[in-house]
């Protein structure tokens, strides 16, 4: 999708040369998962770690990205394919800004996270499944929506009366309910960084 009569301009600074100053590759961990499932203490937990390690970070998450960019959007299937499309864009800004982005969003169709993750040369479009069964997002229910959604004042919600459609082939899957967060912050480290930083 583009407006007509644009040429896009390029930067005499690429990517890989940005990569070089951070002294880290750029990537896009994209997060998924069900309301409450612990996508965003994941994602700022993941970043504290990295900024530690000395990498530069940005997290883009469903809730704060509604404030503002998203805000005009709902909950129906239309909104929320376009509500992946514009994060997924601006996950693609920050990842060619050299950084590695964190996105935490319920993105639950497979058919948009895939479409972000053609963004993005293969390699660089890691998907994490935070993986954390209904009853027990329901039982957590940090923000009270499921008791909302249960009574009939939240439409759509995901999981209840609208689809969530789990990853199959993710890159890497982390059981919120098994792991804590440090645990699980360092699993993903592990994979990010196989070797060390
Ligand atoms: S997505 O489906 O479009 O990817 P997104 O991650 O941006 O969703 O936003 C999800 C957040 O919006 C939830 O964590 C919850 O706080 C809030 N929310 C409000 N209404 C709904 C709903 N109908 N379904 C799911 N989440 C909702």
């Not at 940005?18 to 069900?34: D, F, M, P, V």
């Not at 789990?166 to 960084?193: D, G, K, Q, T, Y």
């Amino acid at each position: 999708m583009r407006s007509e009569n644009t040429t896009p301009h390029t930067s005499s600074i690429t990517r890989a040369e940005r990569e070089k100053l951070n002294q880290h590759k750029a990537a896009i961990i994209w997060i998924t998962g069900l309301s409450g499932s612990g996508k965003s203490t994941l994602a700022y937990a993941l970043e504290q770690r990295l900024y530690q390690m000395g990498c530069r970070t940005f997290v883009l998450d469903g809730d704060n990205m509604r404030q503002g960019l998203c805000g005009d959007l709902g909950f129906s299937e239309e909104d929320r394919k376009e509500n992946i499309r514009r994060v997924g864009e601006t996950a693609k800004l920050f990842y060619e800004a050299g950084l590695i982005v964190i996105a935490a969003f319920i993105s639950p169709k497979k058919e948009e996270r895939d479409r972000v993750r053609a963004l993005v040369p293969a390699g660089d479009f890691i998907e994490v499944y935070c993986e954390c069964p209904l009853e027990i997002c329901e039982q957590r229910d940090p923000k009270g929506l499921y008791k909302k959604a249960r009574l009939g004042k939240i439409k759509n919600f995901t999981g209840l009366s609208a689809p969530y459609e789990a990853p199959v082939l993710m890159e890497i899957s982390i059981n919120s309910v098994e792991l804590n967060v440090s645990a699980s912050v360092e699993n993903l480290i592990e994979f990010l960084f196989p070797f060390g930083r």
